[in-house]
């Protein structure tokens, strides 16, 4: 397995320039590949940046030559319609061939509804969205003339006319407790923090599954106790319960509207003692793991 370490460029840190010449810096010392965040706001409203990725990774396709140049990540469904979207990996990839990737994910209420006016949607329409908006776009990387109509997104007789021969690869973006690398062994996640480099990581033998193993070699006659349900069982008390399970849901702490975020900024910034865009003081860094569309099979929604 070939272990590719890239640069995060970290669009709400940064001015573009600045960001540009880090990116090239990286470069230089060796790192594969150059990834930015596609934010419409920043994390905080003084000292935060938001370039428009798409414009800036032109910049840096013509100021850089080998570092594969990717989106971490795009959200391909409520400010943007799949079809610009498409247009624009499509110049992109003609522009630097073979050295493009188009990392999509489900957004966040940051950056859409300032943009639209409009309600974010929960996790399942976002869900559908993305599916709709990769078949939309696989479409139009590859057909002319295509017409499209679901339930989120039409086209009619639409052709992207500069696009390059091999087409820009999609990877989804996603975050769960549970890594999907281990129940599909076609899917080679690239695993990364929000704010570090990117690696890949091999699947480990879970502890209930080492526990299990143990106690039965030890004795044969009674089964382990691997879950609360055999609590009750013969072995009940070998070994204390799970902790509990702890929540990463994003969604539970987002504002309803942006009336309601406004009532509750004020007292985030007393709380925190700093400027804070949003309640919930400053982000700590998220694990997040990207997968290769073509390689998983595509989508399947």
């Not at 407790?177 to 480099?197: K, N, V």
């Amino acid at each position: 397995m070939t272990v590719r370490i890239g640069y995060k460029a970290s669009a709400e840190q940064f001015a573009p320039r600045e960001l540009l010449e880090f990116s090239v810096e990286a470069e230089d010392r060796g790192l594969d590949i150059v990834a930015v965040s596609d934010h419409f706001q920043p994390w905080r409203h003084h000292g935060g940046h938001a370039p428009s990725a798409l414009t800036w990774l032109g910049a840096v396709g013509e100021a850089t030559s080998s570092a594969v140049l990717a989106t971490s990540v795009l959200t391909s469904t409520l400010r943007y319609h799949p079809s610009i979207v498409a247009q624009a990996f499509g110049t992109l990839g003609a522009l630097d061939p073979g050295r493009v990737i188009l990392g999509i994910g489900s957004g966040e209420a940051m950056n859409e509804t300032p943009t639209t006016g409009e309600e974010f949607p929960g996790p399942k329409e976002r869900r559908m969205r993305m599916a709709e908006s990769i078949t939309l776009m696989r479409r139009l990387r590859t057909e002319d003339r295509v017409d499209f109509e679901d339930e989120y997104y039409r086209a009619s007789k639409a052709t992207i006319y500069d696009r390059p021969e091999q087409p820009v690869p999609i990877y989804i973006a996603a975050r769960t407790r549970r890594t999907p690398a281990s129940s599909s062994p076609t899917t080679r996640p690239m695993s990364s923090t929000a704010s570090g480099p990117t690696s890949t990581s091999a699947p480990t033998t879970s502890s209930s599954t080492a526990r299990a193993a143990t106690s039965g070699a030890s004795s044969s006659s009674s089964p382990p106790m691997c879950c609360r349900r055999c609590a009750s069982g013969p072995t009940a008390g070998s070994r204390p319960p799970p902790p509990p399970r702890v929540r990463h849901d994003t969604d539970a702490r987002r504002p309803a509207s942006p009336r309601a975020l406004r009532r509750r900024l004020p007292a985030a910034r007393n709380r925190t003692g700093t400027d804070a865009q949003y309640p919930g003081d400053q982000p700590s860094p998220v694990f997040f793991t990207i997968f290769p569309l073509e390689t998983a099979g595509g989508c399947k929604a």
